[in-house]
């Protein structure tokens, strides 16, 4: 062996156990420090950016110290997304089973392309296919892929939708690309999610061919106000506003949909986990009746990020926009993953879906959404009896937190983030600014929304005083 490939074989071969032992230790003590640490790095902690801060090193160093400087120091400029008490975006925690079993997951470090590349993972994926379409009560046979997050979901599924819109007209994009090709009619809500038009421009679709559907004072789509489909209509509706957390009349649109042959895809990014409880399945009336869905299960659902999900009514058409080919790929009789998603080597993400299905069932599937919802409304209702105005119907996780004046509301939310105890993020409602609430985490407890009202209270005070001043 020559004096380089010793080298190498030092650093890879380096005492391998005791490096994932000692991440482990890191990773648990993390994990008991969580409750106590600030949802937010503290500026002194940010300081140690620096120690990140280097040239690309020349030599190789020991493989232990970077772990360390990892679970030393980078552990301390993290967000605590999975404590209690970070309510910003819409992030979720994450359940021990499923972190557990990513730990596995990212041992086995299977790619998911294939069956014959990872028979477990074909195994999984086709388990949680099915026990996911029946827990939201999608239609039999609807087809999943597993994606990184919803951003790719929507995009995956706006792909096939266009596609099948267009082989109606005698288009097929496969063969003939969209050059020259009929014009779709696309419809969204004008509160749809950026991600929204982020998968439209990426498919084709302009900002200026869409029509925008106004909307009502909780961001539904006002079904008066739009104008009506035909057969060449993708329509996208949303199951879950990211600010109010609000559902549009989606049975009412796929009613309208179903009787020109038009596409309906639900943006159900975190909202279509609704459908899984029976306190909150009203809110999704009428979703099996649409032609394609995305959600995150890395949101509602806590599983780890790189969780998106796609599901499409009709498998043909997902599989064909997803097709690809070539002489050393081996498809089989069983699951091949990559046909249902854009990706074809991809980490096996229904590992730890499955495991968080299979450990909460049902049932317990069900107590996290209305335990999720409980603690919105128990946080809204806290804040409403101390004055706070809640600018929202708390239907979900979903809360949009307003003060006496805009200038009060923007300072109460920095006091709020510099607060150490909770983190929220901002937003304007309707042309005001507002404190933005979403409980997406299981550790989110009554008394840790206790200590987090406390904090708002103490940030409006502050707030006031330095107005009046
Ligand atoms: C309604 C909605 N759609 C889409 C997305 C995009 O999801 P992701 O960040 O997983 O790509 C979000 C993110 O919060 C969302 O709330």
């Known amino acids: 062996m020559?004096?380089?490939?010793?080298?190498?074989?030092?650093?890879?071969?380096?005492?391998?156990?005791?490096?994932?032992?000692?991440?482990?230790?890191?990773?648990?003590?993390?994990?008991?420090?969580?409750?106590?640490?600030?949802?937010?790095?503290?500026?002194?902690?940010?300081?140690?950016?620096?120690?990140?801060?280097?040239?690309?090193?020349?030599?190789?160093?020991?493989?232990?110290?970077?772990?360390?400087?990892?679970?030393?120091?980078?552990?301390?400029?993290?967000?605590?997304?999975?404590?209690?008490?970070?309510?910003g975006f819409v992030c979720g925690g994450v359940l021990p089973v499923a972190l557990s079993a990513r730990w596995i997951a990212d041992t086995w470090?299977?790619?998911?392309?294939?069956?014959?590349m990872s028979p477990i993972a074909s195994v999984l994926e086709n388990l949680c296919e099915r026990w996911l379409v029946e827990l939201l009560h999608l239609p039999n046979h609807t087809a999943a892929g597993m994606v990184g997050g919803s951003s790719v979901a929507i995009i995956t599924a706006l792909t096939a939708a266009r596609n099948a819109i267009l082989l109606k007209t005698g288009w097929d994009v496969h063969?003939?690309?969209?050059?020259?090709?009929?014009?779709?009619?696309?419809?969204?809500?004008?509160?749809?999610?950026?991600?929204?038009?982020?998968?439209?421009?990426?498919?084709?679709?302009?900002?200026?061919?869409?029509?925008?559907v106004p909307v009502d004072e909780q961001g539904r789509m006002r079904l008066e106000c739009m104008r009506l489909?035909?057969?060449?209509?993708?329509?996208?509706?949303?199951?879950g506003n990211v600010n109010s957390g609000s559902f549009d009349p989606?049975?009412?649109?796929?009613?309208?949909?179903?009787?020109?042959?038009?596409?309906?895809?639900?943006?159900?990014?975190?909202?279509?986990?609704?459908?899984?409880?029976?306190?909150?399945?009203?809110?999704?009336?009428?979703?099996?009746?649409?032609?394609?869905?995305?959600?995150?299960?890395?949101?509602?659902?806590?599983?780890?990020?790189?969780?998106?999900?796609?599901?499409?009514?009709?498998?043909?058409?997902?599989?064909?926009?997803?097709?690809?080919?070539?002489?050393?790929?081996e498809y089989s009789s069983a699951r091949d993953n990559m046909l249902y998603t854009p990706e074809m080597s991809r980490r096996a993400r229904s590992i730890e879906l499955w495991a968080i299905l299979k450990t909460l069932g049902r049932e317990g599937v069900e107590a996290l959404v209305d335990q999720l919802c409980h603690m919105a409304t128990y946080f809204s209702e806290r804040l409403s009896d101390v004055g706070f105005i809640?600018?929202?119907?708390?239907?979900?996780?979903?809360i949009i937190v307003q003060c006496e004046s805009q200038a009060t509301t923007i300072a109460t939310l920095e006091g709020i983030k510099k607060s150490g105890v909770c983190w929220c993020g901002g937003t304007t409602w309707f042309g005001k600014p507002a404190i933005r609430v979403s409980v997406s985490s299981w550790r989110t407890d009554e008394e840790a929304?206790?200590?987090?009202?406390?904090?708002?209270?103490?940030?409006?005070?502050c707030a006031r005083r330095n107005s009046s001043k």
Not at 46 to 53: A, D, I, R, T, V
Not at 109 to 116: E, R, S
Not at 449 to 461: H, K, T, Y
Request: hydrophobic share 40%; aromatic share 8%.
């Open 250 to 329: 989606i049975d009412e649109i796929c009613q309208i949909a179903e009787k020109v042959g038009a596409w309906v895809h639900v943006d159900g990014a975190f909202g279509l986990w609704a459908a899984a409880s029976r306190r909150t399945k009203y809110l999704c009336k009428g979703i099996e009746r649409a032609n394609s869905w995305s959600t995150d299960a890395h949101k509602t659902l806590n599983a780890p990020y790189d969780s998106g999900i796609v599901f499409c009514k009709d498998r043909d058409q997902l599989v064909r926009a997803m097709q690809a080919s070539g002489a050393y790929i």
């Open 229 to 239: 489909p035909d057969a060449n209509t993708l329509i996208v509706v949303q199951a």
């Open 2 to 87: 020559n004096k380089q490939s010793q080298l190498l074989e030092m650093k890879i071969t380096e005492n391998e156990a005791a490096l994932l032992k000692c991440a482990t230790s890191y990773a648990v003590e993390y994990l008991e420090q969580l409750s106590e640490m600030p949802p937010f790095p503290s500026e002194e902690s940010l300081e140690k950016c620096s120690l990140f801060e280097e040239l690309l090193p020349e030599h190789s160093c020991e493989a232990s110290q970077v772990i360390n400087l990892l679970g030393e120091h980078g552990s301390k400029m993290t967000v605590a997304h999975t404590g209690g008490r970070y309510f």
């Open 175 to 212: 063969l003939r690309g969209l050059f020259g090709a009929p014009r779709l009619r696309v419809i969204i809500g004008e509160q749809a999610h950026s991600s929204v038009l982020k998968a439209l421009s990426m498919i084709g679709i302009g900002v200026d061919m869409i029509e925008r």
């Open 390 to 398: 809640i600018g929202n119907e708390v239907v979900f996780n979903q």
């Open 449 to 461: 929304i206790d200590l987090c009202v406390d904090a708002f209270i103490s940030a409006r005070e």
């Open 109 to 116: 470090d299977q790619n998911n392309a294939l069956y014959a």
